[in-house]
């Protein structure tokens, strides 16, 4: 069965234009995350989605950053305009279900949309 | 302050050798956590979960610590293929720490 998809796999652009990452979660996956990777900052949580629904943004740095999950099968995450500083991995999750006390919740990441700024 | 924190290392260890990472935690309402591991430039992947005292999978043992905030994961006999970071995080809000490197050396 494929795994998360996202593509592009590697984008460099100039400072200004508009970056479009795309993620396909695992089918059947009610959760979807956007997350963003840097060496300084980590791993941190942009957006989540449940069942198309976007549940918590508060990760999202600001208005040039934006997410959409128009249906289970496929979410964006939009820079414009994009900056040097959003140079970073940014990797798209799915998991069948949050975890609880009797529950794993597995994030399954994609393989990541490794992003250039210049 | 994140929501959780770890030691980003590295830890250099011997081939064998026994290693653990602590992972402190700000939310004490937070009831499950995990450790992923990842692989440099790869995607991460869950290494265990962690809920009520911990959780052992043969060399790996997860533990989790209500009164001090923490949780810890100990890797006995350490081999070359341990080399990675080891990302621990909270399923409250599915956040994760910056990652503590681990490099195993023959």
């Known amino acids: 069965d494929a795994g998360v998809i996202q593509s592009p796999r590697h984008e460099v652009t100039e400072m200004g234009q508009e970056v479009t990452l795309r993620c396909k979660p695992i089918?059947?996956?009610?959760?979807l995350f956007w997350y963003r990777q840097t060496m300084m900052r980590g791993l941190e949580l942009l957006i989540y989605?449940?069942?198309?629904?976007?549940?918590?943004d508060s990760g999202m740095p600001e208005d040039r950053f934006s997410a959409k999950m128009p249906n289970a099968s496929f979410s964006t995450l939009k820079i414009q305009p994009s900056e040097p500083r959003d140079s970073a991995v940014y990797f798209c999750?799915?998991?069948?279900?949050?975890?609880?006390?009797?529950?794993?919740?597995?994030?399954?990441f994609g393989e990541g949309s490794r992003l250039t700024v210049l | 302050r994140k929501e959780v924190e770890q030691d980003p290392g590295p830890f250099n260890v011997p081939e064998g050798a026994t290693v653990a990472f602590n992972c402190t935690y700000s939310?004490?309402?937070?009831?499950?956590f995990f450790w992923y591991r990842q692989d440099c430039r790869k995607e991460p992947k869950l290494l265990m979960s962690?809920?009520?005292s911990g959780n052992e999978d043969g060399r790996f043992t997860a533990q989790l610590n209500r009164a001090s905030q923490y949780i810890s994961l100990l890797i006995r006999d350490s081999k070359l293929s341990d080399s990675a970071t080891y990302l621990c995080?909270?399923?409250?809000?599915?956040?994760f720490g910056t990652g503590t490197k681990l490099q195993v050396i023959p």
């Open positions: 989605f449940n069942n198309n629904v976007p549940i918590d």
């Open positions: 999750a799915s998991s069948l279900q949050l975890a609880g006390p009797d529950l794993t919740g597995e994030l399954f």
């Open positions: 089918s059947g996956h009610d959760y």
């Open positions: 995080g909270g399923y409250q809000k599915v956040t």
């Open positions: 939310n004490s309402a937070s009831q499950s």
């Open positions: 962690v809920y009520s």
